[in-house]
């Protein structure tokens, strides 16, 4: 039997989660560090002139990681967390969220209603990469006139037959959509631990994995408009000594230029 090469090689017997955590991360630096700083100076650009940045989760915990960009101790300030509310599944149930994320047209709404514009930075997160939300909400912003990075899985794409029920109707890939396209290197199931004695892979890697993403995209973004003589705008923990007076300005500033502000 061949032997199936990375992720594809997922889910396995006899590795310690930490030991899988520390591989994907060191895969995820080794392939996509020019994508982090390409991202940075995306982002940098926009925040640079003016402009926000929208980020998308398109359901389920595919949310995560735009939902830890927004607000966040120690990460950019200027940052639209758009929340589909329909697709969330702690919102309206979990699998009333999983029947709204395979709704074509439903994210082109949600697009429509956070006021993505021309000239706009979007990042649309999505595992998969192939399902009805995802796909919609890369069109939508690109039909807005935004400049859209993609943060997935490379093999879900690939793999995922094209008849799938769970694809968009048009049986576009988002890598095929976007501008930028990062690789999460998500493998098809996203649990990676097989037990023995057990029918079910456990341990869904995507967390760990997204969330480096997260604090790179936000890293490369500052040092780049540290580099170019810009202070960027970043939050305070307001927890600390200072804090809510530190955040202030920021607040005012931005309260009606980001929705959930």
């Known amino acids: 039997m061949e032997e199936k090469g990375f992720p594809r090689n997922y889910p396995m017997k006899g590795k310690r989660f930490l030991e899988i955590c520390k591989e994907f991360l060191d895969r995820i630096e080794e392939g996509q560090a020019e994508n982090f700083k390409k991202a940075g100076q995306l982002i940098g650009d926009r925040i640079m002139d003016g402009g926000i940045v929208h980020v998308v989760g398109t359901g389920g915990h595919a949310c995560l990681p735009a939902y830890d960009m927004f607000y966040r101790a ?3 300030v200027p940052i639209n967390y758009i929340i589909p509310i329909g697709a969330l599944y702690g919102a309206g149930g979990a699998t009333h969220g999983m029947r ?3 709704t074509p047209e439903y994210m082109k709404q949600v ?4 006021r993505v514009g021309n000239g706009d930075v979007a990042i649309v997160f999505n595992n998969i990469g192939v399902n ?3 796909i919609d909400a890369a069109l939508a912003c690109k039909e807005k006139g935004a400049t859209v990075i993609g943060v997935a899985g490379l093999v879900w794409q690939e793999d995922i037959p094209e008849d799938h029920h769970t694809r968009h109707p048009s049986r576009k890939n ?3 959509i976007v501008d930028l396209f990062i690789d999460d290197y998500n493998p098809v199931g996203d ?3 097989e037990l023995e004695g057990f029918d079910r892979a456990i341990a869904p890697i995507s967390t760990v994995s997204d969330g480096y ?3 790179r995209i936000e890293i490369e973004s500052i040092k780049y408009m540290v580099e170019k003589g810009f202070k960027p705008p970043v939050w305070a923990s307001s927890n600390t000594v200072g804090g809510d007076k530190a955040n202030k300005k920021y607040q005012d500033d931005y309260f009606y230029k980001i929705k959930l502000l």
């Open 213 to 215: 993403i997260v604090r």
């Open 74 to 76: 120690g990460a950019l």
């Open 100 to 102: 709204i994320e395979r």
């Open 191 to 193: 649990s990676v631990i």
């Open 132 to 134: 009805a939300a995802t």
């Open 111 to 114: 697009i429509d209603y956070y």
């Open 174 to 176: 988002l890598k095929d």
